[in-house]
């Protein structure tokens, strides 16, 4: 059956149409020249010409697929040898301008493996240098816990603030170049959460002296399955997302935890009071190089939340946003903005904790119950 398509399609069809008609013409002939010979010559007359269209029939579809055979292989593995052979498969009129395009494209070919190699020798480079710059950090830490007694209170906090703030753009520059790597490596363990916040709000001690803004951890004992490595990456760019955009004056920020029985999850709330932002950019705010109309990203690289949606996708973790703008932001507690960017496997918090939501900007993690 597949055969008669190829027969009837309109690559052979003209053919056999000419065929038949040179048959009819030449069985009129005989039929002109000896009438009582017609019953005989005609099988003949059709058997020859069966016989001669199945040959030609067979003949180019075997250089068809030794052409697309030719042509598979040189896409899969585009070489000057596999170049020659699709040359070969080909008539001698189609090989100047199919030899042009297929050098144009081993042209291209080359250069997307010259990409691709600088793109891998750039990221290992931005790896050895993440790791290199973090023993000068590491030195940096020692001079500040073993001469504190030694500065001002005023001075080493300002120090230790600088110095948090460099170890936070290490690690972004760091979580981006894994980001594009072949494989990604993560391992997978069991995490007390509240241990883990505790752990990563140490970083932010000096800060939260420095601003006076008000952090309140409220956690349940609960364990989540997660790379450890990672998910301080994202606690931590969340948190200094939050301290970088709470005001000073009254400032707080909220880290709140709850189980949502109905959906099997974990979920984990950071909430500032700060200006939020405007509603038309929340459903942007994940996405690379966003910064939107707040009037303190203006100097954002946009980099921090797309960083923390890519990441949390890979670990499973849900990314929801909560946020009121300054024109619509109430006053006080107990505000829920309806204005949603849902990522992942995230699922909105129960009706029952929006009492614990500052009005300001949030990100509420969604995590697998463990």
């Known amino acids: 059956m597949r055969t008669l398509k190829k027969v009837l399609s309109i690559t052979y069809l003209p053919w056999l149409l000419l065929l038949v008609i040179t048959n009819l013409f030449f069985t009129f002939l005989v039929w002109l020249a000896n009438p009582d010979a017609l019953h005989i010559l005609t099988p003949v007359i059709l058997l020859f010409s069966l016989i001669l269209f199945s040959f030609l029939f067979f003949f180019v579809q ?17 070489a000057p040898e596999s ?54 950090l590491s030195l940096a830490t020692l001079v500040l816990d073993n001469h504190k007694d030694e500065m001002s209170p005023y001075v080493r906090r300002r120090m230790v603030f600088v110095h948090q703030e460099i170890q936070t753009d290490v690690d972004m520059i760091l979580y981006y170049a894994r980001l594009h790597a072949t494989h990604v490596e993560y391992r997978f363990e069991t995490i007390l959460l509240p241990e883990l916040l505790e752990e990563v709000l140490q970083n932010y001690q000096e800060q939260m002296e420095e601003t006076g803004i008000l952090v309140e951890v409220d ?19 969340v948190l200094n997302n939050a301290f970088q955009y709470t005001p ?8 709140h935890g709850w189980r949502n029985d109905e959906h099997s999850r974990l979920l984990l709330a950071v909430q500032d009071n700060g200006c939020g932002v405007p509603e038309e950019d929340v459903p942007f705010l994940f996405d690379k190089g966003f910064t939107g109309n707040h009037p303190g990203r203006q100097n954002a690289t946009g980099m921090g939340l797309y960083l923390v949606a890519k990441y949390a996708e890979a670990l499973a973790i849900g990314v929801q946003v909560e946020t009121h703008s300054c024109a619509d932001a109430p006053t006080g507690h107990g505000a829920h903005s309806g204005a949603d960017a849902l990522l992942g496997q995230g ?8 009492d614990v939501f500052l009005p300001g900007f949030g990100i509420e993690f969604s995590f697998p119950d463990a």
């Open 219 to 237: 956690c349940p004992a609960a364990s989540v399955t997660s790379d450890r490595k990672v998910l301080t990456f994202l606690l931590s760019q």
């Open 83 to 136: 170049l020659q052979q699709v040359l070969s498969s080909l008539d001698a009129s189609l090989r100047t301008p199919m030899h042009a395009l297929l050098e144009h494209v081993l042209e291209q070919e080359k250069n997307l493996e010259d990409e691709r190699t600088r793109l891998v020798t750039y990221r290992e480079f931005i790896e050895e240098w993440t790791h290199d710059i973090k023993t000068p």
């Open 62 to 78: 075997h250089r068809l697929r030794a052409q697309r055979r030719a042509i598979t292989d040189f896409l899969n593995n585009p």
């Open 347 to 354: 699922t909105h918090s129960d009706a029952g904790q929006n």
């Open 248 to 255: 000073r004056e009254n400032g707080q920020i909220r880290v």
